[in-house]
């Protein structure tokens, strides 16, 4: 997937993107599609987030993010994943040759986040986080996975943990995975 082959959409740019510069990470471009009613931070928020996750990869990188329904979640994570049910996020990074630079002043495809807010609603009331928190911690995970950061074995879900709560504390959220202390698989 390239970074706009989910994120088509008949909207102006200037409704539908949005530039946020953030302390260290430059600027990230989000290109934003809504594609359920459901409530979603604003663009700047998800911005925010996904740049300082990024940190300096961020510097004239577009990211773009689909908000979908449970049916497209469920299609889509079948299809790329092989698992038959809605998730909360996917992430789809950019092919490495729509990521090579070719201008100082040209922002280029990082990837594109799809997210399914009825999920993200369903698990921050069973995790009893705040939707705002849930939200940014998974705009946090998702941009991470399109920088390369991983959970398939107990090593790097560790880095990405650390790295998701050093991040989520510098935007002044609290540990998400706190909440699954003491629950037992």
Same mark, same amino acid.
């Given at each position: 997937?390239?970074?706009?082959?989910?994120?088509?959409?008949?909207?102006?740019?200037?409704?539908?993107?949005?530039?946020?510069?953030?302390?260290?990470?430059?600027?990230?471009?989000?290109?934003?599609?809504?594609?359920?009613?459901?409530?979603?931070?604003?663009?700047?928020?998800?911005?925010?987030?996904?740049?300082?996750?990024?940190?300096?990869?961020?510097?004239?990188?577009?990211?773009?993010?689909?908000?979908?329904?449970? +049916?497209?979640?469920?299609?889509?994570? +079948?299809?790329?994943?092989?698992?038959?049910?809605?998730?909360?996020?996917?992430?789809?990074?950019?092919?490495?040759?729509?990521?090579?630079?070719?201008?100082?002043?040209?922002?280029?495809?990082?990837?594109? &986040?799809?997210?399914?807010?009825?999920?993200?609603?369903?698990?921050?009331?069973?995790?009893?986080?705040?939707?705002?928190?849930?939200?940014?911690?998974?705009?946090?995970?998702?941009?991470?996975? &399109?920088?390369?950061?991983?959970?398939?074995?107990?090593?790097?879900?560790?880095?990405?943990?650390?790295?998701?709560?050093?991040?989520?504390?510098?935007?002044?959220?609290?540990?998400?995975?706190?909440?699954?202390?003491?629950?037992?698989?």
């Amino acid at each position: 997937m390239t970074s706009r082959g989910l994120a088509q959409t008949a909207r102006p740019a200037a409704q539908r993107s949005g530039r946020i510069r953030t302390g260290s990470s430059g600027a990230v471009h989000v290109d934003l599609q809504k594609r359920v009613r459901a409530w979603a931070p604003r663009r700047a928020d998800i911005a925010s987030w996904a740049g300082e996750a990024l940190g300096r990869r961020a510097a004239n990188r577009e990211v773009s993010v689909r908000l979908v329904g449970r +049916a497209e979640s469920r299609k889509l994570n +079948a299809h790329y994943r092989g698992k038959d049910y809605a998730t909360n996020v996917l992430s789809f990074p950019a092919l490495p040759a729509a990521i090579a630079p070719k201008s100082s002043d040209a922002t280029q495809p990082l990837g594109d &986040l799809v997210i399914c807010p009825p999920v993200l609603r369903v698990e921050a009331r069973e995790q009893r986080k705040t939707l705002r928190a849930h939200w940014a911690h998974l705009v946090v995970h998702g941009s991470l996975h &399109l920088i390369g950061y991983d959970h398939e074995d107990d090593a790097d879900a560790q880095r990405m943990e650390r790295r998701e709560i050093a991040v989520l504390r510098k935007l002044g959220f609290t540990n998400p995975y706190r909440w699954s202390e003491g629950i037992e698989d």
